[in-house]
Structure formats: structure tokens, C-alpha cells
């Protein structure tokens, strides 16, 4: 089992800056790739950051690439997604989930351990 806490989200004016955070325990951090993914209300939940198990690879779909940023130090056990230049489309309950696969996943059905998830409201 791997628990996952995430923490930073709240509401922020549409141009600034959030870091969020996912503290991880249980089985060993550095074996699993890491996500962030956000649900907004009335639509699917969707990837937005992905990285590997060294962190020497990441992924960003379109809609956030050049504006968040997601990085681990696996000596914490924390994974972190900095989000810059947000916009109100942006607001969404942001999970951190874990997955066991050996290469980062797109899809919700490859994490298998999930967060509480945290709000992220951005006014316009």
C-alpha cells in the first residue's frame, strides 16, 4: 500500500502561482511513477504532469506544457507540481496518484494508488 497526501492547493488570481505537494508512505517511492491529475467539475479526470521513477523524464499534455512544472525528490518522498501563469480553466480538485508501471501512464486506470485530491480555484 502507498499513502498519498497532497497539500499547497487554494484559491489564487488567474495569472499567478500555486505549488502543491504529495507527501508519500508505505512501499518504496522511488519504485513507482508519479502523477498529478485534475478533475474539474462535470468533466473526466486528465493527466496533467507524469514523471518517472528517477524523475529524469516527465510529461505535460498541451493544455499545461510551459506552465507546470513537476518534479520528486525521492529522499522526501514528495512529488511537487509548481503551476505557474494559472488560468480559471485551471481549476480543478488536483490528485497526486502512484503507479507501478515502468513507464509514465496517461491513463487513470494505470495509477493504482490515489490521493484526497486538493482544490485549485483560480479566479478570473
Known amino acids: 500500500q502507498v499513502q498519498l497526501v497532497e497539500s499547497g492547493g487554494g484559491l489564487v488570481q488567474a495569472g499567478g502561482s500555486l505549488r502543491l505537494s504529495c507527501a508519500a508512505s508505505?512501499?518504496?517511492?522511488?519504485?513507482?511513477?508519479m502523477g498529478w491529475f485534475r478533475q474539474a467539475l462535470g468533466k473526466e479526470r486528465e493527466l496533467v504532469a507524469g514523471i518517472s521513477r528517477s524523475g529524469s523524464s516527465t510529461f505535460y499534455p498541451d493544455s499545461v506544457k510551459g506552465r507546470f512544472t513537476v518534479s520528486r525528490d525521492n529522499a522526501k518522498n514528495t512529488v511537487y507540481l509548481q503551476m505557474n501563469s494559472l488560468k480559471p480553466e485551471d481549476t480543478a480538485v488536483y490528485y497526486c496518484?502512484?503507479?507501478?508501471?515502468?513507464?509514465?501512464?496517461?491513463?487513470?486506470?494505470?495509477?493504482?494508488?490515489w490521493g484526497q485530491g486538493t482544490q485549485v480555484t483560480v479566479s478570473s
Open positions: 496518484a502512484a503507479s507501478y508501471t515502468s513507464s509514465i501512464a496517461t491513463l487513470t486506470s494505470s495509477y493504482e494508488y
Open positions: 508505505g512501499r518504496t517511492f522511488s519504485n513507482y511513477i
